[in-house]
């Protein structure tokens, strides 16, 4: 595409149209706007050159520094020989300007009443200056550009160069990358190749930036112009469509290129097409040339690895990708002689290098894969197994919706692209199915964990349970009593016996009972349920809740379906020892105003499973612990109301925005019981005390997770013991040891 005509959107102002209403006189200085912080100033008169001290109105501590160039006026008179121009440094806060003095013994000059436009001031200095227009704003425009742009100043900058025809030619292409560059393509006279320092000029923030430029010859251009081709380096707030034109420093001073009002914009996936079209034709400087050739071999959304002439392949097993771009990768990389020299996950202009911390394993099956294909066994020769890899990476959330793809890079600089589409799901979700993958004979697990699992799970964000559907069977008043929340998960059995026992006891028959399910069970079971309160006469809320894990999610979100001031949490894998116990907990929490009270738990052979919890400096690997698991049952139920380090979410009497006011349940954790403790000591840590209450007891077991087997959940509890010692350690050595706290 050839533009030729002259764009309205650039239109240099004539001389004469601002000339008849504005002019220079001798004593007197015309002021013009340049942004919120310059103001561009023009007069006749010899005044010294260079940064000058200037003094301004009757205010003798006002005294700032301008920049000053002089010129030889192109018709002298008797009153002036001399024009200057200034940039004068002002602010939002500055009184209206009268006067202004340049230098100690300097002469006056009063302001013009009126501020001009930058085209004004640009038709000023043309007429005054005359051949040395060009000198004079290229001096002007190289101190603007220097420093602090803003959309403003460029905007005046862009007036300037077109009032002294320093505008030529036009960008007829733009094209976005994947790369961090923007490709441009047009044609000039004033351009030449190498490298530029260029600027956008459009409606994001300005940033100065290098562009290298190569030339092309375009017969059909106006005589001495040229074909450009350039890339520049994106500003991130820059969009194709918003590029309005180019300013660049070339060889002859400040230059201004317009973007033609019918300009292609080409996409990311299309741009490597175009400059592979003209790259032949193209000449330059060879750093220039090597730069072009790169962008030509940039992503285009095709798989490109298994197309390489070397024994280099890839493939995914699973990416999975959490809140915030959080990522957790696993796959193969068969590459036996070493041809690949970078391996990078890239979304638009962000990039990730993986190969630097990866963790690999053997994969066997891969070599075995390769044994039969001719090209790839000469390569077979080392015996070498190490092609799996497993590896977490986060990529910016705000380009969820952009191509996720890998690059590989080989030692020859080409490049390879593997396209790959993430399965979105929670962080917990995805570490479970990882490592559900991974035989737990692999001696690699352990560096798996370690480097790559925790350091995922660390980085996840929570996501709040959402409640779907709320149903009352029958009559429900909360503000009574307590309600008591139970949460029942899909591994809990059948509650009805739990309901059974609630209304076998006076004060729980009569107490408000909220269940909150997963919504998958509430569809199941929400009628039945429904039935078996009004049997028993309870006053039962049912809580659908989206998005919960385990029985804390499902506690937070049955305590957002009320609105009273106290809640009595409770597992349904828990169940009373006894009656009374409600009754208890309420009588006891009413003497420890925004307490947590939590009961003794107990196994079924009289041994204690949670007594307390506290915290313990002589244990490296468990900074927090429950003194008296395992003891017989009676070695605490003679004990007094005792205070401890963090109380059991399972069954307790807290205040109920005791919840949104400690930030919610951590989604760092693969099981149950760190979760809890964790958001126990952060309670804890938010001003509310917990105790213990050994008179009263509820029995409950340790069930591992439907279909996890003794290895996997063992696997579990260590994950989530690091990543609770990675995080509590390091506070709680603190809160003991003051002197150890950093300065």
Same mark, same amino acid.
Not at 334 to 340: F, L, S
Not at 351 to 363: I, N, Q
Not at 431 to 443: E, F, W
């Given at each position: 595409?050839?533009?030729? $005509?002259q764009?309205?959107a650039?239109?240099?102002?004539?001389?004469?149209?601002?000339?008849?209403?504005?002019?220079?006189?001798?004593g007197r200085?015309?002021?013009?706007?340049?942004?919120e912080?310059?103001?561009?100033?023009?007069?006749?008169?010899?005044v010294p050159v260079g940064?000058?001290a200037v003094?301004i109105?009757e205010?003798p501590?006002?005294n700032?520094?301008?920049?000053v160039?002089?010129?030889?006026l192109a018709?002298?008179s008797?009153?002036a020989?001399?024009?200057?121009?200034?940039?004068l %440094?002002?602010?939002?806060?500055d009184?209206?300007?009268? &006067?202004?003095?340049?230098?100690?013994?300097?002469a006056h000059f009063? @302001?013009?009443?009126?501020?001009?436009?930058?085209e004004?001031?640009a038709?000023?200095v043309?007429?005054? #200056?005359?051949s040395?227009?060009?000198?004079?704003i290229?001096?002007l425009?190289?101190?603007?550009?220097?420093?602090?742009l803003?959309?403003q100043?460029?905007?005046?900058v862009?007036?300037?160069?077109?009032?002294?025809?320093?505008?030529?030619?036009?960008?007829?292409?733009i094209?976005e990358?994947?790369?961090?560059?923007?490709?441009v393509?047009?044609? =000039?006279?004033?351009?030449s190749?190498?490298p530029f320092?260029? !600027?956008?000029?459009?409606?994001?923030? %300005?940033?100065?930036?290098? !562009?290298?430029i190569?030339?092309f010859?375009?017969?059909?251009? %106006?005589d001495?112009?040229?074909?450009?081709?350039?890339?520049?380096?994106? =500003?991130? +707030?820059?969009r194709?469509?918003?590029?309005?034109?180019?300013?660049?420093?070339g060889? +002859?001073?400040?230059?201004h290129?317009?973007v033609?009002?019918?300009?292609?914009?080409?996409?990311?996936?299309? &741009?490597?097409?175009?400059?592979?079209?003209?790259?032949l034709?193209?000449?330059g400087a060879?750093?220039?040339?090597?730069?072009?050739?790169a +962008?030509a071999?940039?992503?285009?959304?095709k798989? &490109?690895?298994?197309?390489?002439?070397?024994?280099?392949?890839?493939?995914i097993?699973n990416i999975?990708?959490?809140d915030g771009g959080n990522?957790l990768?696993?796959?193969?990389?068969?590459d036996?002689?070493?041809?690949?020299?970078t391996v990078?996950l890239?979304r638009?202009?962000?990039?990730?290098?993986?190969?630097?911390?990866w963790?690999?394993?053997?994969? *066997?099956?891969?070599?075995?894969?390769? =044994?039969?294909?001719q090209?790839?066994?000469?390569?077979?020769r080392g015996?070498?197994?190490t092609?799996?890899?497993?590896?977490?990476?986060?990529?910016?959330?705000e380009?969820?919706?952009?191509?996720l793809?890998?690059?590989l890079?080989?030692r020859d600089?080409?490049?390879?692209f593997?396209?790959v589409?993430?399965?979105?799901v929670?962080?917990?979700?995805?570490?479970?199915?990882?490592?559900?993958?991974i035989?737990?004979?692999n001696?690699?697990?352990?560096?798996?964990v370690?480097?790559?699992?925790? *350091?995922?799970?660390?980085r /996840?964000?929570?996501?709040?349970p959402?409640i779907?559907?709320?149903?009352? +069977?029958?009559?429900?008043?909360?503000e009574n009593?307590? *309600?008591i929340v139970i949460?029942?998960?899909?591994s809990?059995e059948?509650i009805?016996?739990l309901m059974?026992?609630?209304a076998?006891?006076p004060?729980?028959r009569?107490a408000?009972?909220?269940?909150a399910?997963?919504?998958?069970? @509430?569809?199941?079971?929400?009628?039945?349920?429904?039935?078996l309160?009004?049997?028993?006469?309870?006053s039962v809320?049912?809580?659908?809740a989206?998005g919960?894990?385990?029985?804390y999610?499902l506690? $937070?979100?049955?305590t957002?379906?009320?609105?009273?001031?106290?809640?009595?949490?409770?597992?349904? /894998?828990?169940?009373?020892?006894?009656?009374g116990?409600?009754?208890?907990?309420?009588?006891?929490?009413?003497?420890?105003?925004g307490?947590i009270?939590?009961?003794?738990q107990?196994y079924?052979?009289?041994s204690v499973?949670? #007594?307390g919890?506290w915290?313990?400096?002589?244990?490296?690997?468990?900074?927090?612990?429950?003194?008296?698991?395992?003891? %017989?049952l009676k070695a605490? &139920?003679?004990?007094?109301?005792?205070?401890?380090?963090?109380?059991?979410?399972? !069954?307790?009497?807290?205040?109920?925005?005791?919840?949104?006011r400690?930030?919610?349940?951590?989604g760092?954790?693969?099981?149950?019981? $760190?979760?809890g403790?964790d958001?126990?000591?952060?309670?804890?840590?938010?001003?509310?005390?917990?105790?213990l209450?050994p008179?009263?007891?509820?029995?409950?077991?340790d =069930?591992?997770?439907d279909?996890?087997?003794?290895?996997?959940?063992?696997?579990?509890e $260590?994950?989530d013991?690091?990543?609770?010692?990675?995080?509590w350690?390091p506070?709680?050595?603190v809160e003991?040891?003051?002197?150890?706290?950093?300065?």
């Amino acid at each position: 595409m050839l533009v030729t $005509e002259q764009s309205t959107a650039v239109s240099i102002p004539t001389a004469g149209k601002h000339a008849a209403s504005r002019a220079l006189r001798s004593g007197r200085v015309i002021g013009c706007r340049v942004d919120e912080t310059t103001l561009l100033i023009i007069g006749l008169g010899r005044v010294p050159v260079g940064t000058v001290a200037v003094a301004i109105g009757e205010d003798p501590t006002d005294n700032r520094s301008a920049v000053v160039s002089e010129w030889r006026l192109a018709a002298s008179s008797p009153r002036a020989r001399h024009g200057f121009a200034a940039l004068l %440094p002002t602010g939002d806060a500055d009184p209206a300007m009268t &006067t202004i003095q340049f230098g100690e013994e300097g002469a006056h000059f009063i @302001f013009a009443p009126r501020l001009a436009s930058a085209e004004e001031a640009a038709t000023l200095v043309l007429e005054s #200056a005359g051949s040395q227009s060009a000198a004079v704003i290229d001096r002007l425009v190289d101190i603007l550009m220097a420093d602090n742009l803003s959309h403003q100043r460029l905007l005046t900058v862009t007036a300037l160069l077109q009032a002294t025809q320093a505008s030529d030619g036009f960008v007829e292409l733009i094209g976005e990358s994947h790369d961090g560059v923007t490709f441009v393509q047009g044609w =000039n006279r004033g351009m030449s190749p190498g490298p530029f320092r260029m !600027c956008a000029v459009g409606s994001a923030t %300005p940033v100065v930036a290098e !562009c290298v430029i190569a030339m092309f010859p375009r017969p059909d251009a %106006p005589d001495g112009a040229s074909g450009f081709v350039g890339l520049l380096d994106a =500003n991130p +707030a820059d969009r194709a469509l918003d590029i309005e034109g180019l300013v660049f420093r070339g060889r +002859a001073g400040w230059r201004h290129i317009a973007v033609h009002p019918k300009k292609r914009i080409a996409g990311p996936l299309e &741009t490597p097409e175009h400059i592979r079209s003209i790259l032949l034709r193209t000449h330059g400087a060879p750093e220039v040339l090597l730069s072009l050739r790169a +962008a030509a071999n940039s992503f285009e959304g095709k798989e &490109t690895v298994s197309s390489l002439p070397y024994p280099v392949r890839m493939g995914i097993d699973n990416i999975f990708e959490a809140d915030g771009g959080n990522l957790l990768v696993s796959g193969w990389l068969y590459d036996p002689d070493g041809h690949v020299a970078t391996v990078r996950l890239r979304r638009r202009n962000a990039a990730v290098r993986l190969d630097e911390c990866w963790t690999r394993f053997d994969r *066997p099956d891969v070599t075995d894969s390769f =044994n039969e294909q001719q090209p790839f066994a000469p390569s077979l020769r080392g015996e070498q197994h190490t092609h799996g890899f497993i590896t977490q990476a986060q990529l910016p959330s705000e380009e969820s919706g952009a191509p996720l793809y890998f690059e590989l890079t080989l030692r020859d600089s080409r490049r390879a692209f593997l396209p790959v589409k993430p399965t979105r799901v929670s962080a917990r979700l995805a570490a479970l199915r990882q490592i559900g993958s991974i035989d737990p004979a692999n001696c690699a697990l352990p560096a798996i964990v370690d480097t790559q699992i925790v *350091p995922f799970l660390r980085r /996840s964000g929570r996501s709040a349970p959402i409640i779907d559907t709320v149903l009352d +069977a029958g009559p429900f008043d909360e503000e009574n009593s307590p *309600p008591i929340v139970i949460g029942a998960g899909e591994s809990e059995e059948d509650i009805a016996p739990l309901m059974a026992l609630l209304a076998l006891d006076p004060e729980t028959r009569r107490a408000p009972i909220v269940i909150a399910m997963p919504a998958e069970r @509430f569809r199941r079971q929400a009628t039945r349920l429904g039935e078996l309160a009004r049997f028993y006469r309870l006053s039962v809320r049912l809580v659908s809740a989206k998005g919960a894990a385990d029985f804390y999610d499902l506690l $937070e979100a049955g305590t957002q379906a009320l609105s009273c001031e106290t809640v009595v949490p409770l597992s349904a /894998s828990l169940i009373p020892h006894g009656k009374g116990w409600y009754g208890k907990l309420v009588a006891t929490t009413a003497t420890l105003k925004g307490s947590i009270v939590s009961p003794v738990q107990a196994y079924e052979d009289y041994s204690v499973r949670w #007594a307390g919890s506290w915290i313990d400096d002589d244990n490296g690997d468990q900074p927090v612990v429950g003194r008296y698991t395992g003891y %017989p049952l009676k070695a605490v &139920t003679g004990m007094t109301l005792t205070r401890i380090a963090a109380a059991s979410l399972e !069954c307790c009497i807290m205040p109920r925005d005791a919840l949104l006011r400690a930030g919610g349940f951590s989604g760092g954790y693969l099981g149950a019981q $760190e979760k809890g403790l964790d958001l126990g000591l952060r309670l804890s840590r938010s001003g509310i005390d917990s105790y213990l209450l050994p008179s009263v007891q509820m029995w409950g077991c340790d =069930n591992a997770r439907d279909g996890d087997g003794p290895a996997m959940a063992a696997l579990v509890e $260590e994950i989530d013991r690091k990543i609770f010692k990675s995080q509590w350690a390091p506070v709680l050595t603190v809160e003991k040891h003051p002197k150890k706290r950093p300065a």
